[in-house]
Each structure stands twice: as C-alpha cells, then as structure tokens.
C-alpha cells in the first residue's frame, strides 16, 4: 500500500541521558575506551638492565558516534533511543537504552525472519504465494499481508521464539488482534522492543551468522534494499548514491483519537563509501509522524558522518 493512502488502511505501518557502548566496554560505560595497559610489580627485585622497560601504549580511546547528538536529542519531542553497529570495530553503541518502544511496521522483519527460519529447519523452499505476501509485506509495508503472514508462521509465540533465538531478550510480541480503539488496525504493531534488540535482528541479516543462512539473508536483504520509493527516509538520511540500503520503517499514531502520540521508527543496513554498519532509531511521543521521521532522518545523517570511511 502506497504512503499516499497509507492514513486510511495502513496507518499502522506502521531524560536521564545516556549512551553506552556494548561489546568491548562495560554496559555502564558512558563512553568506550579501548583495552587500558596496566603495569604489574613483583616481589623480586628486576633483573640489571642498561635500558627501561618500555611502557605498551594504551589503545587510543573510541568515541560514541552518538555523542554529537546527545543535546539535539535531548532537544527534539518526544523519546528517542537508538543504536548502532560498527563492522569496522566490533562495536555496538546505544543510546537512551532504558527505553522500551512500540515497534510498529518494523516487526514485519521479525515476521520474514520466523517464517525464512522455519523454512530452512525443514528444508522447504517458500511457497510462492508466501514469496509474494512477502514482498508487499517488506516493500509496500502492507499490513493484511503482514497479518497472514504471522498466522503462517504460527502467530506471536513463534516470532517470540526466533526472537530469543537472534538474541532479542528485551522484545516481547504483542498478542493483540487490533490495536485498542481500532477494528481495523493490526495488533501486532504494538510489539515492544530495544534499540539493542533491532540491531541484533538486522545484523542477522546483514553479517553471517548460525540463525540464517546465506540464500534467507540475501532474500531479505534483497526485499529491504527495494522499499517503495516514498517510505525511503530514516536510517537511509544523508546517506548518499551508490551506497547499499536495506531498511524498514514503522509509523503508528499511539492516540487514535487525535492522530497524535506517534511512534516513529527505521531499522537498516548500510554498506559502501568505507562503511559498514547497522542503525536503529526508535521515537516515540512525537506529536506528528513528520517529527519523527525528521529526527531520525537527522540521527541517520550524524551517524553517517561520525562513523566516517575506513582508512586505507
């Protein structure tokens, strides 16, 4: 379904401050350094030398790409948490992580995910009527599909379970038919979940791993690098030509009765101009979808733009 009609019939397509850095540094790390040499004494006294013993030089530190927008977050409506991973480094960055956001549109990631699993478990190719309900899911973001496709797979219990099989602790799928004060709205889009949990689920997809093999994540990669042209905006911001995309966004106003209260969210892959990395932005609280898109369009800018090219 086009972003033209979506308001009708896909509308759910859906501070203490802090950033942290997962992986090399502790998780209560405000800020990540690298290894730190220690020097150790003995209870001997150390052998005649005509030289010192030299001192290793500790690792320089490695500074948070979120720290530029600690203040424009801070600044912007609503909450926004978000989180990268940087091929380059091996590392995951979070910011804002305490905060536990509806996913919208973008469970339907987790959707692909269970039912591509599932078929590699037993060894049976996807149907082409699931091939298909597949693509409008992912590129078109429809949600009918979305919905036979989560009853396919076995409904919110078996996305739960390939959730906890990606490393996805902090994501618990929403078990509702609709959306409260909607008959029409999918439930599923309440689905809650972590900027960390989003990052692990694409990095799925992005990087081998033992949960999908090559062909199901080329599969999926393939469908998110051709999203519909109007639904091209968040972790892709300020990202330019020539590089590889793979994305999915969500959208959901929270309060139906004013259109108000809008989560806004965008998960992705990107690849090229000497970067490689996985992006998560969450927002919620937003009084227009715009704000959302907006904030997480200039988040996906930053972060372009402070992780830089490789050096050579």
């Not at 720290?67 to 978000?82: D, F, K, M, W």
């Amino acid at each position: 379904m086009r972003r033209s009609a979506r308001r009708v019939s896909q509308i759910a397509a859906l501070s203490a401050f802090a950033i942290v850095a997962v992986g090399c540094a502790s998780p209560s790390s405000t800020l990540s350094t690298g290894p730190q040499a220690t020097v150790t004494s003995r209870a001997t006294a150390p052998p005649a030398s005509s030289s010192p013993t030299p001192t290793p030089t500790p690792k320089p530190q490695v500074t948070s790409p979120f720290a530029a927008l600690a203040g424009y977050i801070s600044s912007r409506p609503g909450q926004t948490t978000a989180a990268v991973y940087d091929e380059r480094t091996g590392r995951t960055w979070v910011i804002n992580p305490s905060l536990i956001e509806d996913t919208a549109s973008i469970v339907k990631v987790e959707i692909m995910g269970t039912l591509l699993r599932q078929a590699e478990k037993h060894k049976t190719p996807l149907s082409s009527s699931v091939n298909s309900l597949m693509t409008t899911m992912i590129e078109a973001s429809d949600n009918t599909s979305a919905t036979d496709l989560l009853n396919d797979a076995g409904g919110p219990s078996a996305v739960q379970k390939f959730d906890r099989s990606a490393g996805m602790t902090h994501t618990t799928p929403s078990t509702l038919a609709f959306i409260p004060g909607s008959t029409t709205l999918p439930g599923w889009g309440l689905t809650t979940t972590t900027a960390a949990d989003e990052v692990k689920l694409v990095r799925k997809f992005a990087y081998p791993n033992k949960l999908l093999d090559g062909p199901s994540r080329e599969y999926g990669l393939n469908l998110m690098e051709h999203i519909e042209a109007d639904q091209a905006w968040g972790v892709s911001g300020g990202v330019p030509s020539g590089t590889t995309i793979a994305l999915k966004n969500g959208w959901l106003p929270l309060d139906l009765t004013s259109y108000s209260n809008w989560q806004t969210d965008s998960i992705g892959w990107i690849d090229g101009h000497g970067r490689n990395y996985v992006l998560a932005v969450l927002s919620k609280g937003n009084a227009s979808e715009q704000d959302g898109i907006d904030t997480i369009n200039h988040i996906a800018a930053t972060i372009y733009t402070e992780l830089g090219p490789k050096s050579s």
